[in-house]
């Protein structure tokens, strides 16, 4: 059974552009998590989709955005980028959104210069 | 407000020589905590889920328990290939967002 999948898994950009990260979960998982992790800050969540619908968000602002498929797949975008964005942005998946087990995917690293 | 702390930040050990790693939360209704293992460049890997104190569950050289204020991951006898960052997370009910700690970076020397 294949993992959960994060593309691209290296992206380095510019301040003030935008970038869109994706998230393929583990087949027959509905519920994707987004987190974000830093040396400073550990691991932060960023916000939890399940069928389609956001149900939990964390305190991150607006210019965070996702979504997620039909087809569970689930795309975060951040927009007007900052130095501060450098991260490992973490996909994670579960059967559904009350489940414990959570699997993650290697991550996206991106780099904001 | 809900906090998980990781104690210590990085530990070293001889192969063979037992510990214990620390996790020490505060959360207004405990949902479940959870202990992950993560590897450099690599996405956590779940551990054990642990749901009320008392509770205790073990793998392999691995075994987690929980009291109402923290949680412990002892490591008997560990081999260099437990050497790995392991984190503690914790969901709260009021909201099921899930907490994690900063990580204790283990690593055990052959």
């Known amino acids: 059974k294949a993992g959960v999948t994060q593309t691209p898994r290296y992206l380095i950009k510019t301040r003030g552009q935008q970038v869109t990260l994706s998230c393929s979960p583990i087949s027959g998982h509905r519920s994707v998590s987004w987190y974000q992790q830093t040396p400073g800050q550990g691991l932060q969540f960023l916000f939890e989709?399940?069928?389609?619908?956001?149900?939990n968000k964390g305190n991150f602002p607006g210019r965070f955005s996702g979504r997620q498929f039909s087809n569970s797949r689930s795309e975060m975008n951040v927009s007007t980028l900052e130095l501060g964005d450098s991260a490992l942005y973490l996909c994670?998946?579960?059967?559904?959104?009350?489940?414990?087990?959570?699997?993650f995917g290697p991550g996206t690293r991106l780099t904001v210069l | 407000e809900d906090q998980v702390t990781q104690s210590p930040e990085a530990l070293r050990l001889q192969e063979g020589e037992s510990s214990s790693l620390n996790c020490s939360y505060t959360v207004s209704g405990l949902r479940g905590l959870f202990w992950y293992r993560q590897d450099p460049g690599k996405g956590p890997e779940f551990l054990f889920t642990?749901?009320?104190a008392g509770e205790e569950k073990e793998k392999e050289r691995l075994k987690a328990t929980l009291t109402k204020k923290e949680s412990f991951l002892h490591i008997t006898a560990p081999k260099p290939e437990d050497s790995a960052t392991y984190l503690c997370a914790v969901q709260a009910e009021k909201d099921d967002k899930i907490i994690f700690g900063k990580g204790t970076r283990l690593h055990i020397l052959p």
């Open positions: 642990l749901y009320s």
């Open positions: 989709y399940f069928s389609e619908t956001q149900r």
């Open positions: 994670a998946s579960k059967v559904t959104n009350w489940d414990n087990e959570q699997f």
